[in-house]
Structures are given as C-alpha cells and as structure tokens.
C-alpha cells in the first residue's frame, strides 16, 4: 500500500497496515463459516503472508484476518485492496459483502452505505488450489503460491462525486504532450470544478457538468518544463487533480515506445533489455516482499549492468514498480499465468479471470513509465488453433485497455508456435545446456534459434524471456557439474556472450534474479534436489553467485 508518493490531500484514506488479530482455520468453508464464531487466537502482520511466518508455515486452508475501521460522515467508503491471496471473503460486521480471486493486483469493495462509527471488518482469506474458485493459482505451477494480505489495505471515504479512475498516457514526447483521461463517478447529475496542478502551476481550472453514474473526462495538456522519461533520465512528475471535494495524484513520466522492424524504441531511440525474471517472493516474507528488499533487488540488478525486469509470471508491487520508474529500470509486466493448456484456454471460468486480471493489472500499473511492454500465458498452448483464440482474446483485452505499450508473451515453441502474429514482439524462453544439449552447444543453438525466430516471425523484435541453469548457492565443482555454481557461470558466460553481441536480439531476461520456494508437488519441481528453483543469480537470501560475476561481463559490455 505504501507508495512513493502521496495519492490524496483531499480524500479522506487511512492505511489499515499494522497487526490484525488471525485465525487459522484450515479445511473450513467461507460461504458457510460463521464469522461471529471465530475464536481470533493469533495476531498477523499485514502486509504479510501468514504461511510463510514460523507457526502457519506451507500450510493451507481458511485464514481468518480481523480488525476494526472507523468512518466518518462520508456516505460512501471502500477498501482499497492491494493483493489478497488467493481467494477473499469480506465480512462487515458479520455480513458478508464481497468476494475477491486472485492474487498480485489491486481492487476495492465497497462498504455499505452510510454507516459512521465503528465497525468489525474480517477478512477470510483462502490459499487452497480449487480450479472452480481460485482458476489463476493452480497446483502445478513452477512457483509457492502463499497466502495473506501480502500488498496492504487502506480505507478511503469518497465524496459524492469521486475520481475512479485516473490514466495518462504520452501522446508526443518530443511536444511534450499527454493525454488525461479521468474516471468520474456521481451521485446524481452536478456541476463540479475541475483543476490540474502539475510543477506548482494550474494547467486547467473549469467547472465540468457530471452525470448520475459514471462520465468519463479526457484532456489533452502540453507540459510546458518537463524533459521526457528514459533509463539514462528518469524524470517523473506528478498531476495533481482536484475535482470538486476529491482528488487524485499520479506519478508518471513523458515517454513513449513504440516497435519499429526488429526494434523497440524509447523516446524514438532503440533500446536493448538486458535484465532478469523477479519471482516476487522471499523466504521470510512469501509474496509480501518489503521495500528494503525490493530496493535492494534492483541495486542488485543495476550493479550487475542490468536495466530490465521481467516480472515472472504475474504484476509486481505497485512500489517496486515506483523504485523501476525512479531508477530508469525498463519493465515488462505479466498477467498471471503457467504453461496453461489448450483445455484452459477454451474454459470460460479461466478466460474471464484472465481478463478481470488483466483489467485489474492494466488499471494498477498503466502509468508507471517503467511498464514498456504487456505480456501474458507465459509457456502456454501457442500451438493448437483453439490455443490461438484464447491468446487472441486475451491479447485484444490488453489492446482494448491500453493500446500505448507492444503486447508479447513468451513462449516454449519456437517451431510450433501459431501465435507469433498475434504479439508484437516474438519472445522465447529456452534452456540450452540445462534441459537439453550441453554446454558446448549453446551458442551454436541459440544462433540457430535467432535465425529459426527470424524466419518464421519475420520483421519482429526478438526477446529471450528466460535462459539459465541451476546452480545451488555454495555448491563447488570444478569440473563444473550440473547444480555447481561454476556450471551456472559458465552456461549463462556462453549465452550471454552470444545473445548479447547478436544485432537481431532486442535483449534478454535472466532465469532468474533469485532463487524461490517452488510448489509443494516435489514431484513437478523438474528433477531439483530441493523444493527450490535454484536458478537464480543470488540464493533466496540475496547472496551473490559466480554467474553473477558472469551477467555483469556480459551486461556492461553493450
Ligand atoms: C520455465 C518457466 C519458469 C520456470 C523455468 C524452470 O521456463 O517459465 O517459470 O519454471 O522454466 O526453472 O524450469
């Protein structure tokens, strides 16, 4: 919940961030428990997951959260939610008043109307896998789903009319031009003043006429004195809109990219991604990672030459996508999502938690410059013509929700994909030297690879999504064994040596930043010794690898 910068003057928000009294209630259903039963006999910390906390570790069921919440006069009030994993039940003085699915975005729920004073606020939250009512976090997926509050809650009392949504999008760099597209919502039909201050100056200052219910407002504004965003010069600015008795902050940056040949362009200069895939998880903090940590995961990255962030596989922290705008690191932003299959791709129940996904992630990050491309399905069926329609209606929902950023997903198949069209830029994952060939193949194969994406995607900018080995943090060989870090230097020395001097490559993501816990299914963990992805270039605790030595050879040479 904690972000960079203030939101609201005007909105009356109080973070509910701190210690909530906790139940573990395990193998209990939240249609049917009766909250007022619940014997609250636990304290937790929210942000936080409680399954990754000393007493409730891996374990999964029902988890009660409570606290209590004060409202003022205001007749409408909600919770802004910001990631509830996986499933959420809210209870308002006993009665229940929404539900949630899916974890890694933000959303709200209303509060009923009118209501000063004290009140009992529960939350119920699920971390069970059940296909039906939690479709985007399922069993088999490389990564530990934990469970818990992990992003925050804050409580917001909104006036009548209330600013819903606020997007800003570059029209002209070089003019210096953006495009505001506002939100609003109404009680009844009025007239309200509308003002934007950005840089101590009122851009604008009219009176609008509202309608019961929603109205949308655009202005296009010329921002006079501000220099554009890019990674050598993140300049960030914030607009502040007042309308009426609400308002509205937002951070954002002028830039704009665009996909020209095989080249993305910031700012119409061509830029290379070099960076890592980010599993948001930690050992002690399960998805719930802190902004110590999260700072320090991009120094990490900058110290090792790196200016580009995968976010595996799902929307990462509005906060640490606050540090990306700040320190110029270029993202590419996931829907969640695992080598879903074709029976996924055609089910309802999972196309539409896709898209309330997708809309949610869209709506969360839209104006964090450091979002340069979409991505989605990450190694799913690509391959099958049924596979294609379900990319192709969740592609068209991002297109429809933002049309500013190239949409990409990454894939497995590189010969069979059906999909490449469908993206703007061709993005692959491949294991060269760890799930197949060995290490004296790789350059050969990911020359080939290049020449083989060229041919059948022609005039697309080319990503390698992932690339890495194993490598357990101080394991020693020299004969470089597979899991030894010396073979997981040496591999990524190799790849990195080829994809990084080969022109036809836009750039490459890491697999991955640090290692992190895996599903609790030992038996899907792909043959590794331990319940740990053990790919990444620092261990679960942060410390550095050889083949971090490796990356920054690599990463600071072009
Ligand atoms: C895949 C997948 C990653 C991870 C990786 C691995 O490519 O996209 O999430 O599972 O393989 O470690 O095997």
New binding site residues.
Partial sequence: MSRRFQKHTRRNTRDLGGTWDFAFLGEVNADTVDVQRIVFDDRMIVPGCFDATPRYAGKRGLAAYRTRVTLGGARRARLHVDGAHHHATFVFDGERIGAHSGGFTSFYVELPRGRPGEHELVVLLDNRFDEARSPLHLEYF??FHYGGLTRGVALEELPDASIETCEIRTLSFRRRQIRLELGVSAARDENVALELRLLGRTLLSEQVTLNAGTTRITRDLELAGTEPWSPAAPNLYSLHVTLGDDDFIERFGVREVTVEGQRLLLNSEPITLRGVNRHEAHPTFGHAVPPAVQLADLELLVSLGGNFVRG??YPQDPQFLDLCDELGVLVFSEAIA?QQTEAHLTNETFLSAQEAHIDEMIAMSVNHPSVVVWGLL??SCSTTEHGRSGYARLIQRIRSRDASRPVTY?S?QPHGDLCFDLADIVCV?T?PGW?FGDLSSVVAYLEELVTLLERRAPGKPILIG?IGAGGIYGWHDHNEQRWTEEFQEALLDRALGQLVSDPRVLGVAI?QLTDCRTSERVQNA?GRPRGY?N?GLYDEYRRPKLAARAVKKHFTRG
Avoid: Q
Wanted: aromatic share 30%; hydrophobic share 30%.
């Fill in positions: 490389d990564w595996s596989h695992w990450n190694e990454a497995n994952n294991y799930y992932e697999w792909l992805n790919k």
